[in-house]
């Protein structure tokens, strides 16, 4: 589902609960199981592994002007992660969410040439069922140089640093052209030995993803 809330973008993502917590010798079907991120150079469908290659962005497509489509530059398999959106700031508790959610409607009911903000991912976090959001990093920028709580001046200052063009993809409301799913996926979420072993958990980095749902060829729109 996708709603429009003056400029603002709301991509609501329902995300598999986890069944517990990741072994200490997890193998990549644990790792996705539990939405975590294998490391990049394991080189698996559930790493971030040569996304570059994996779609582009091509601007001013069709009959609008400054019309975006995200596009498949191969065949990529089910399963496989195909963008990943770039440098987010995540929102884990209700309160932080409902001041952001204050703060872009205002702002974005200011009717001179401002600044607006562009989107945000919501969903639910598994561990606890709670709402959070995720906010790109402009969006973040913009309410840091606001007067806001230190609570959500500390969120929105703690962004991954993922570079990508997911938030590029666009939405169809025609099930059969879905051909990819947004899913939130735990980053750098723990540590691990030579072997692969887990060390420790840490707090999450929270990244939004998205991973192929149906045949995708050369050349094809991305959606979702």
Same mark, same amino acid.
């Given at each position: 589902m996708i709603q429009l809330l003056m400029s603002l973008f709301e991509w609501v993502v329902t995300i598999c $609960?986890?069944?517990? &917590? +990741?072994?200490?010798s997890p193998t990549c079907e644990d790792r996705q199981a539990q939405l975590f991120l294998c490391p990049a150079n394991c080189g698996c469908k559930n790493s971030l592994t040569r996304l570059a290659e994996k779609s582009r962005v091509v601007k001013d497509y069709g009959l609008r002007s400054g019309n975006t489509e995200l596009i498949s530059n191969t065949?990529?398999?089910?399963?496989e992660f195909v963008a990943v959106f770039?440098?987010?700031a995540?929102?884990?508790?209700?309160d932080e969410v409902l001041e952001f959610e204050r703060v872009a409607v205002k702002q974005n009911a200011i009717e001179s040439d401002v600044q607006k903000f562009e989107f945000f991912v919501s969903g639910s976090n598994p561990e606890n069922q709670c709402h959070l959001h995720i906010v790109p990093c402009e969006d973040a920028e913009l309410v840091l140089s606001m007067e806001i709580t230190s609570s959500l001046r500390h969120s929105l200052q703690s962004q991954s640093e993922w570079k990508g063009v997911g938030q590029y993809v666009n939405h169809t409301c025609y099930k059969r052209h879905q051909n990819v799913e947004l899913q939130f996926i735990m980053v750098q979420a723990m540590q691990e030995d030579d072997n692969g =072993?887990? +060390?420790?958990?840490? *707090? &999450?980095?929270?990244?939004?993803? +998205?991973? *192929?749902? +149906?045949?995708?060829? &050369? =050349? $094809?729109?991305?959606r979702y």
């Amino acid at each position: 589902m996708i709603q429009l809330l003056m400029s603002l973008f709301e991509w609501v993502v329902t995300i598999c $609960e986890r069944t517990g &917590p +990741l072994c200490t010798s997890p193998t990549c079907e644990d790792r996705q199981a539990q939405l975590f991120l294998c490391p990049a150079n394991c080189g698996c469908k559930n790493s971030l592994t040569r996304l570059a290659e994996k779609s582009r962005v091509v601007k001013d497509y069709g009959l609008r002007s400054g019309n975006t489509e995200l596009i498949s530059n191969t065949c990529i398999v089910e399963g496989e992660f195909v963008a990943v959106f770039e440098e987010t700031a995540t929102m884990w508790s209700q309160d932080e969410v409902l001041e952001f959610e204050r703060v872009a409607v205002k702002q974005n009911a200011i009717e001179s040439d401002v600044q607006k903000f562009e989107f945000f991912v919501s969903g639910s976090n598994p561990e606890n069922q709670c709402h959070l959001h995720i906010v790109p990093c402009e969006d973040a920028e913009l309410v840091l140089s606001m007067e806001i709580t230190s609570s959500l001046r500390h969120s929105l200052q703690s962004q991954s640093e993922w570079k990508g063009v997911g938030q590029y993809v666009n939405h169809t409301c025609y099930k059969r052209h879905q051909n990819v799913e947004l899913q939130f996926i735990m980053v750098q979420a723990m540590q691990e030995d030579d072997n692969g =072993n887990a +060390l420790t958990t840490v *707090k &999450p980095d929270v990244t939004v993803v +998205l991973r *192929k749902k +149906l045949e995708i060829q &050369p =050349n $094809e729109f991305i959606r979702y």
